[in-house]
């Protein structure tokens, strides 16, 4: 049973592009939480998301981040026009349960040249 | 919002040690959690408290819920090197997405 699978792992963009972080939960599971955690932080929460629907975003940037989970496929986060502050690592759990454990991948790095 | 407050920030200890490291808050939890967190690596649960007072081992892990649902401690007996790493809590109010973390504890385990 494969655990979170987050792709890619590492992502340098230069200022301005686009980066979009892809997150395939857990066998099973419908419950999708990003997290964002910058250099000696805890995790911050940004948005958590079921199949086709955004649950809870007060977490995310109200510009340039979003995210989704469709029907079919990963969950991806999008970062648009990113800025040196959006490097960081995030990371993608999974759930089973609205408010199950939650099951967190090994994290996607992007750094922002 | 909810902020809280771990510490030690590292911890450099003796393979046997013992060590022990807690969180406090500003705010009520009903959940505390205790992560480990690998270089390169997701946080992995550790340990899982759910009522005031408790008191829950795993292994050579002990973590207790506070009475006063705003503290949790975290005890590891007999460190070994494979410790290492960093350690976090996590308090929730309500739902897994309200989840707050500390700041991580760096134990770093000496030969």
């Known amino acids: 049973n494969a655990g979170v699978m987050q792709n890619p792992r590492h992502l340098v963009r230069r200022r301005g592009q686009e980066a979009r972080l892809r997150c395939s939960p857990m066998?099973?599971?419908?419950?999708v939480y990003w997290y964002r955690q910058l250099p000696e932080e805890g995790l911050k929460f940004m948005v958590y998301l079921q199949k086709e629907n955004i649950i809870d975003e007060s977490g995310m940037p109200k510009e340039r981040f979003s995210a989704e989970f469709p029907k079919e496929g990963p969950s991806i986060l999008r970062i648009q026009q990113v800025v040196r502050g959006d490097s960081a690592a995030y990371f993608c759990?999974?759930?089973?349960?609205?408010?199950?454990?939650?099951?967190f991948g090994e994290g996607s790095r992007l750094t922002v040249l | 919002g909810q902020q809280l407050n771990q510490s030690p920030q590292s911890m450099f200890i003796q393979e046997g040690e013992d060590v022990s490291m807690n969180c406090t808050s500003s705010s009520i939890f009903n959940t505390w959690l205790w992560y480990k967190q690998d270089p390169g690596e997701g946080p992995v649960l550790l340990i899982a408290l759910y009522k005031a007072g408790e008191l829950t081992s795993n292994g050579r892990l002990t973590a207790q819920f506070g009475i006063t649902r705003k503290d949790s401690f975290l005890n590891i007996s007999a460190s070994i090197p494979s410790d290492v790493g960093i350690y976090f809590c996590?308090?929730?109010?309500?739902?897994?997405?309200?989840?707050?973390f500390g700041s991580g504890t760096q134990l770093t385990v000496l030969p």
């Open positions: 996590a308090g929730s109010s309500g739902s897994a997405r309200q989840l707050t």
């Open positions: 759990a999974s759930s089973p349960l609205q408010d199950g454990e939650l099951f």
């Open positions: 066998k099973g599971h419908s419950h």
